[in-house]
């Protein structure tokens, strides 16, 4: 069983770090779309970033479903000791709503109903890099 659990982790971590790679990508494309002044542009970027959303959106659901299955085999215990883990469940749902977020953008985008400069994108792209380097501490140090 044990060993088991090891492929579900080793599939775990594969699909986070894919999640973010789009997490990390995904807000790039926006902050071009919104320096955009040509249609052409307008439309390549928003075909990149409607691909990327819906390429990024099952590799999101795997991630979670094999970090829910890593996390039963350990019971789903939350009791003292594990208060790190309820830090981390927090980000992992903030991720959830920062991807759906992402989603709205980009509906935005293909609507044309962006509201926001190219500087707020660039702003909104560094969130996932904090929430990855508080998760990433967060499991190794396990400092609660």
């Given at each position: ?19 973010f ?19 052409a ?6 075909l ?10 099952p590799?999101?659901?795997l ?33 959830i ?20 400069s ?6 909104f792209?560094?969130?996932p ?7 990433v501490i967060?499991?190794?140090?396990k400092?609660?």
């Amino acid at each position: 069983m044990e060993n088991a659990m090891l492929w579900v982790k080793s599939f775990h971590i594969i699909f986070v770090i894919s999640w973010f790679a789009g997490l990390f990508y995904l807000p790039r494309i926006f902050v071009n779309q919104a320096m955009a002044s040509e249609a052409a542009e307008q439309t390549r970027l928003g075909l990149m970033a409607r691909k990327l959303y819906r390429f990024m959106t099952p590799i999101a659901i795997l991630a979670l479903i094999f970090g829910l299955w890593n996390w039963s085999f350990y019971g789903f215990y939350l009791g003292q000791g594990w208060a790190w883990m309820h830090v981390k469940l927090t980000l992992v749902t903030a991720l959830i709503a920062y991807h759906a977020w992402c989603g709205k953008i980009y509906r935005d985008f293909a609507a044309g109903k962006n509201t926001r400069s190219h500087l707020w994108y660039r702003v909104f792209n560094e969130v996932p890099v904090l929430i990855l380097i508080a998760v990433v501490i967060l499991v190794v140090v396990k400092p609660f």
